[in-house]
């Protein structure tokens, strides 16, 4: 293939297409009409000389050609973003971006608290997307500027080229209701194993603290469950409920939602949260600004080591 032939504008189109298997979602993210995507499309396969993408189903799947050209495509298109196409420095009081993160409900407040205390500079934005499918889907499509995981997720081989820092560590507590039957100031198997466990979604059985329950020899009746960690220590009131909360957290709303804490009598694992990002970030002045935000006295120094 003669390089001086090749259309980089094609090459984009590509990398979209290669990531979302869909020409109407490519065409989306692209900006463009979805007859143009598609005429794009047949110029690729004329250019290559291969398929490409196949119609299977309700989505394309790309032929073996095409999977070989995701990486050293994605490669070289970010390579040409940050070298040609960026232009070099960044300046928070001059220079306008929007920084997306990916954070789960419970380091979302302090996420933000971090990254808007004092003056922020009116040209910055930050928009914060939920932890969940799809949001680990972008960040591993490059859309997620920084993403601030629960400990066990980073045991997944996909984040074993990332960086991370970090960010957040506390320990659990159990809480009840101030007027609760139980008037004791101690968590015990015994407390429950006797009233039913209001218990936020991720205390399942498949995480570091539903495991650490087991092993504690804990049988809790699951009385409710909820998906917002916020919604645990005031949806107490009025109820024989108990529950497990981060003790920062408890400590700081115990009087607003009228809480008692109790502390636990068998061994529970931290609470830890990293922040997470790619390492082609690393030479990114405004990626460094926006990690600087996040610890600007150095605290918990950037690992330059995979996870």
């Known amino acids: 293939m003669d390089l001086r032939r090749v259309d980089l504008n094609l090459l984009v189109v590509l990398d979209v297409l290669l990531a979302e298997r869909n020409v109407t979602r490519a065409a989306q993210r692209l900006n463009m009409s979805q007859p143009a ?19 299977s189903g309700r989505v394309l799947r790309p032929t073996a050609r095409a999977q070989a ?4 495509l994605r490669e070289v298109l970010r390579t040409l973003e940050r070298s040609v196409l960026t232009a ?4 928070p009081a001059t220079d306008a971006r929007t920084f997306t993160l990916m954070t789960g409900d419970y380091a979302e407040v302090t996420l933000l608290r971090l990254l808007v205390r004092g003056a922020t500079p009116a040209n910055i934005r930050f928009d914060l997307q939920p932890l969940n499918a799809a949001g680990l889907d972008a960040f591993r499509r490059f859309e997620i500027d920084l993403a601030v995981l629960p400990e066990h997720f980073l045991d997944s081989p996909e984040f074993a080229t990332c960086r991370r820092q970090i960010l957040l560590s506390d320990r659990f507590v159990g809480a009840v209701w101030s007027g609760h039957p139980y008037t004791g100031t101690k968590l015990t198997r015994e407390v429950l194993a006797r009233y039913p466990l209001l218990s936020y979604v991720r205390y399942s059985d498949d995480t570091n603290l539903g495991r650490a329950l087991l092993r504690a020899g804990v049988v809790a009746r699951i009385g409710a469950t909820t998906g917002n960690v916020a919604v645990l220590p005031y949806a107490l009131e009025n109820t024989r409920m108990v529950t497990l909360l981060p003790e920062q957290m408890a400590h700081h709303i115990a009087e607003t939602a009228s809480l008692r804490i109790l502390e636990p009598t068998f061994a529970l694992p931290p609470l830890r949260e990293f922040a997470v990002w790619h390492a ?4 990114d002045p405004a990626h460094a600004w926006l990690r600087a935000q996040l610890d600007p006295i150095g605290r918990g120094r950037v690992s330059v080591h995979a996870v």
């Open 280 to 283: 082609e970030r690393d030479a």
């Open 88 to 91: 070099p420095g960044f300046d």
């Open 37 to 55: 995507t598609s005429t794009a499309l047949a110029r690729l396969r004329k250019q290559f000389d291969d398929p490409l993408l196949v119609k």
């Open 69 to 72: 050209l995701v990486e050293p």
